[in-house]
């Protein structure tokens, strides 16, 4: 059994810790909190399970590392604090764990990461043996393994579009969505997350990846934003009111271009209330999906839907995240120390989880 360290408990620490429950091969041993008001409070609670894992939260992160876990899922947020997150995941790795995380998007593409950055991480992979792989939903999975699946079930691919869709209010994040991405702020305020170069900077290496995937190369990659606000006040259950005429929903794009035209795209379509930017692509049905469409020969769109915590897709996608993090680390357990990519590292079946089959 790999013991497995859960580092920050919010929305996909919360996950993780259900997902390394769940696995036959992992054993939780530690769960990091920064909330005293945490500490001490049993792992499953934290979790949102049924029942109780016998294990107590903690804030005493040189202790748990001390203790030399085999792996660490590092969920503490990167959004507003990379360089702490950064120092923390080094320490991790030092220790010698090998380390999954959402939360460095330079990482995602670590073989295009900002050399200063790279040399850091491998530095403290050779003193300490660790790993590290970065990824997630979205930058995640959703713009890498799944595309790059799909379109080898084509002959030709013309472009490769990935789209997080999206209502907002879902989320539990009042002030990342209200002050980030700059839901029900005055249509002058300008949202940190789409910056000028801010996408590419979270999306960039999932649009590189693809196009190593392919075997193309990139002219440059491209950022288009659009902003709608909203016609009329709403209230939402989870953030309250959002007044008319603040930003009600946000469209943008990172675009990879080959031979002069957008081939491979990355769209995220946001909203705080469905009424917002109706002639805007939506989900099938509910409050988000994400989609990938393969334009080609046959033309191939497949939507994935994912819920939990109660039917929320926001926690759905959480929970895919943490899925795909946790379900890597038996195999970076077996690999070679080193830095990892979502094209180095396996999706894999989910062998040994399936209710009422046999386990290892």
């Known amino acids: 059994m790999v013991s497995t360290v859960i580092w920050g408990t919010g929305n996909v620490g919360r996950a993780a ?49 001390a203790a030399c876990p085999r792996a660490v899922v590092y969920a503490a947020s990167g959004d507003i604090r990379p360089d702490d997150a950064l120092t923390d995941v080094l320490r991790a790795i030092r220790a010698g764990a090998v380390v999954v995380t959402p939360s460095l998007y330079a990482l995602y593409d670590q073989r295009n990461a900002p050399p200063e950055l790279r040399e850091r991480v491998l530095a403290a992979i050779g003193e300490g043996g660790g790993s590290l792989f970065v990824s997630g939903v979205d930058p995640g999975w959703g713009n890498d393994v799944l595309p790059l699946l799909i379109s080898g079930l084509g002959s030709t691919v013309d472009a490769i579009r990935c789209q997080e869709i999206f209502d907002y209010s879902a989320y539990d994040q009042p002030g ?13 305020y300008e949202p940190p997350m789409i910056a000028p170069t801010v ?24 950022e288009t934003v659009e902003r709608r606000p909203l016609d009329a006040t709403v209230t939402t259950a989870s953030m309250g009111e959002f007044a008319a005429g603040t930003q009600g929903a946000v469209r943008f794009e990172v675009q990879g271009v080959v031979a002069g035209e957008p081939r491979i795209v ?21 409050d988000g999906a994400h989609r990938v469409i393969i334009e080609g020969r046959p033309r191939i769109e497949v939507t994935v839907e994912a819920t939990d ?9 959480n929970a895919t995240a943490a899925g795909r993090l946790v379900n890597a680390i038996d195999w970076l357990v077996e690999a070679e120390p080193g830095l990892y990519d979502a094209l180095d590292v396996p999706l894999r079946p989910a062998t040994g989880k399936l209710r009422g089959g046999d386990r290892p």
């Open 17 to 65: 810790i259900r997902a390394v429950e769940a696995h036959p091969a992992l054993k939780l041993t530690a769960v990091v909190v920064h909330d005293p008001g945490k500490s001490g409070r049993d792992a499953g609670t934290l979790a949102g399970l049924d029942h109780e894992l016998g294990l107590a939260a903690t804030t005493d992160v040189d202790a748990v590392l």
């Open 309 to 317: 915590e109660g039917g929320n897709r926001a926690a759905g996608g």
């Open 176 to 188: 990342s969505v209200r002050d980030l991405v700059g839901m029900g702020r005055p249509m002058d």
């Open 199 to 222: 996408p590419t900077m979270v999306w960039g290496g999932q649009v590189r990846l693809m196009a190593r995937a392919l075997g193309v190369e990139l002219d440059e990659i491209r």
């Open 266 to 286: 990355v769209e995220h379509v946001t909203r705080i209330h469905p009424s917002c930017a109706p002639d805007w692509p939506s989900p099938l049905q509910g």
